[in-house]
């Protein structure tokens, strides 16, 4: 009985422990603290099915995950992309793969907020180094 209750213990004690390291390492990929000149934006990333061209038409999309707020700043190339990119890994061609999509080519279509015309982002990563190239929408 005994050694039941102290292993329940050392249980809630190891949970105790991962659930604030993990707490802490989300707060340090967190968006907030930002400039006020910031604005928002909502992005469904999806493969596209088109790899010989940067343009991706959505007829191409062959798969995407939920749409996830980030921030843009002044500067169109430079993304908080917080959470979102911390599931990226790279594959061999050096593009950013997230677990439980085809492997492929990458694209974030993202929907600006009014004040933003609609746009896609291709993210391409090396090593830890995130790359984003901005290209029109295409309807």
Not at 42 to 69: E, F
Request: proline letters at 2%.
């Amino acid at each position: 009985m005994k050694n039941r209750i102290l292993w329940k213990l050392i249980l809630l004690f190891v949970a105790l422990l991962l659930f604030s390291c993990v707490k802490e390492e989300q707060s340090s990929f967190s968006d907030s603290g930002q400039s006020s000149n910031t604005g928002m934006l909502t992005v469904t990333a999806v493969y596209c099915n088109n790899s010989l061209t940067p343009l991706c038409r959505q007829s191409d999309w062959v798969g995407h995950t939920m749409g996830v707020r980030l921030f843009i700043y002044e500067n169109e190339e430079a993304f908080g992309l917080g959470e979102f990119l911390r599931s990226c890994t790279t594959n061999r061609e050096g593009r950013c793969v997230f677990f439980g999509l085809p492997q492929g080519q990458f694209i974030i279509f993202s929907k600006y907020d009014e004040a933003f015309k609609k746009e896609q982002v291709r993210v391409l990563s090396h090593s830890n180094t995130f790359h984003y190239l901005i290209y029109p929408y295409l309807d």
